[in-house]
């Protein structure tokens, strides 16, 4: 650690900074789609811009505040929680129904032999 | 193009735990962060908000065709160009548009360029406002809590982390991004590259010159 670093941190108690190189944009496909979601919503009029930014540094905040220590790598698990939330403050989709939904892929997903398509139809509940 | 539909078939997060996975041989397992995207997208497929499909070609688009590149053609012709830049400072958002790099979080940007007496850096100290249209989508550290605080209050620390030392006479200004604003360094050019083409010129920055967390490249790397 430099001496800059080392007094940085004793100044704002936080970590050195991560670091990375011009790597991929999305390090697992769900970031990627939540990003694309919430993309796509604003362009429906879902929500404006201002509200989405509002969202998202509202979950950092919390997420910070209960002891994330926010290198970066946890910023799409902030920006799916904050999508989560305006789908269900725009009356989109209510937290309970996203909520079943996903119980119903978990048993989907189970459900599903290693190596094929996990298909919402193969949860078992469903089928009636 | 890669499958985000189930490419994530075989992930197992570490934070998922709690089955014991030698009694799964069976079944599939999807982590908790991509059982609730699924979620999500498949209810707003079910209500029309979203088309799959369509998802996918945004995704394509940040991963291979937007990215800081633009941002570099942006800087070599504000370099090669004394109207050009002329054009940035007065409407750099319009300027920008006419080279084509257009579309979403590049409604309002400005440029902000460097001197031998003023450095330049960006933060986004709420969340991570960035001009996707010439950057392409943030790196992970400018999204990560030490950036977004120490850029503000320690801008000469974070500058030594990169490896960049100025003179103590240069003065370091730190320009916070909005939803609405959107900032965009121009490096100093570097010395010795009278006559380079635009594309020369290009191969110079990087993206980290561009947030203002290093400087364009030393021209003998480009052309020895």
Known sequence: MSRHEDIAAAVCGVAPLPRDDEGPVFREPWEAQAFAMAVTLHERGVFTWAEWAAALSAEISRAQAVGDPDLGDSYYRHWLKALEQLVAEKGVSSAAALEARRQAWDRAAHATPHGQPILLENDPLAKD | ?224
């Open chain 2, 1 to 224: 193009m890669h499958d985000h539909r189930n490419a994530e078939h075989h992930h197992r997060s570490h934070d998922h735990d709690g089955h014991d996975h030698g009694h799964e041989h069976e079944g599939s397992e999807l982590s908790e962060m991509a059982l609730r995207v699924k979620a999500l997208e498949s209810i707003l497929v079910e209500k029309g908000y979203v088309d799959p499909a369509a998802l996918d070609v945004l995704i394509e688009t940040y991963e291979t065709k937007i990215g800081p590149r633009n941002g570099a053609k942006v800087v070599a012709k504000a370099w090669a160009d004394p109207a050009f830049r002329d054009w940035l400072r007065q409407d750099a958002t319009a300027a920008i548009w006419s080279l084509g790099f257009t579309g979403r979080q590049g409604e309002h940007i400005v440029t902000v360029e460097n001197t031998p007496t003023t450095h330049n850096m960006v933060v986004c100290t709420l969340c991570s406002c960035y001009p996707w249209p010439v950057l392409g989508l943030p790196p992970v550290w400018y999204k990560s809590a030490p950036y977004r605080s120490r850029a503000v209050m320690d801008p000469r620390g974070v500058l030594a982390d990169f490896g960049v030392t100025l003179p103590e006479t240069t003065e370091i200004r730190v320009w916070d991004s909005t939803a609405e604003t959107r900032y965009l360094v121009i490096p100093m050019r570097p010395a010795g590259t009278e006559g380079w083409s635009e594309d020369e010129l290009a191969a110079l920055v990087t993206r980290d010159s561009m947030i203002g967390t290093g400087l364009a490249r030393d021209p003998k790397e480009v052309r020895p």
